[in-house]
């Protein structure tokens, strides 16, 4: 686990890039698998609370490193969680000013905030943009209801669609979705239908993850079959999304990450 330096005379010094990781820990309920520091919230108190808190956060780091973020800019910002995209709208213009005011971004940075498919609206979409978020990143996991279902998602497979097709009628920065493999019971066909429907909305990038029974909730499902799912992959996938002009990079601990090249 990586801690920030409590030392000014350690920050890094040359000029670089940074990356900023904002965590919004809210959802409008808990998935059975999720393992994440989430919390069932909607209400404004709380986010309000939880607004306040960063906003210190941010200002004690921006202090004792004041001299050191003179030669550096932020070009990544990511925020998720939790559900950032339940935030409510005023608080999200109270984050956004705030963070422009205080850090050091850099004129092209990419700015990611995740969300879950039920919360996505034209107005979402529009207030988002118009205070500099270029990138969404969306929590599919799947297109089929008995998966959505037993991961205890909220979303079904009409609402997963119509979030996709809202952000390519209005979102006008860049987007990715995520999907999940290895789920009970689930089979190698399965896994290509949703990974075909997937890439029909031509997403800019697409994350796959492997489903890890961790809560006790979870350890209670039967694993899908791992071990055909992972030879699939490997046989097929490849071959598959590079007809769909995408380069695949294999991670570590079965995060598949795939982007679109000019393959």
């Not at 029974?213 to 699939?232: I, N, P, R, V």
């Amino acid at each position: 686990m990586s801690t920030a330096p409590s030392d000014p005379s350690s920050f890094p010094t040359s000029p670089k890039a940074l990356g900023l990781y904002i965590h919004f820990p809210f959802c409008a309920y808990k998935c059975g698998y999720c393992d994440f520091n989430s919390w069932v919230e909607r209400d404004i108190g709380p986010q309000r609370q939880w607004l306040e808190g960063i906003k210190k956060e941010l200002l004690f780091w921006l202090g004792l490193n004041h001299n050191a973020l003179k030669k550096m800019s932020i070009d990544t910002l990511f925020m998720g969680g939790g559900t950032p995209s339940l935030l409510k709208e005023d608080l999200w213009t109270e984050l956004c000013q705030f963070l422009k005011k205080e850090l050091p971004l850099s004129s092209d940075i990419e700015w990611t905030v995740e969300a879950n498919p039920e919360t996505v609206n034209q107005r979402l979409l529009s207030h988002l943009d118009s205070l500099g978020v270029n990138r969404l990143s969306l929590g599919i996991q799947s297109f089929k209801e008995k998966y959505l279902k037993r991961l205890e998602r909220g979303a079904t497979p009409e609402s997963n669609r119509k979030a996709l097709e809202k952000i390519a009628k209005h979102w006008n920065g860049r987007w990715s979705l995520d999907l999940m493999f290895g789920l009970p019971q689930q089979t190698l066909v399965e896994w290509q239908e949703d990974l075909a429907e997937a890439l029909s909305f031509r997403p800019q990038h697409l994350s796959a993850y492997q489903l890890t029974l961790t809560t006790q909730k979870a350890k209670t499902w039967q694993q899908g079959s791992d071990s055909e799912l992972l030879d699939f992959l490997d046989e097929h996938v490849k071959h598959f999304l590079k007809e769909e002009s995408f380069l695949m990079k294999f991670l570590i601990f079965l995060l598949l990450e795939w982007s679109l090249s000019t393959i």
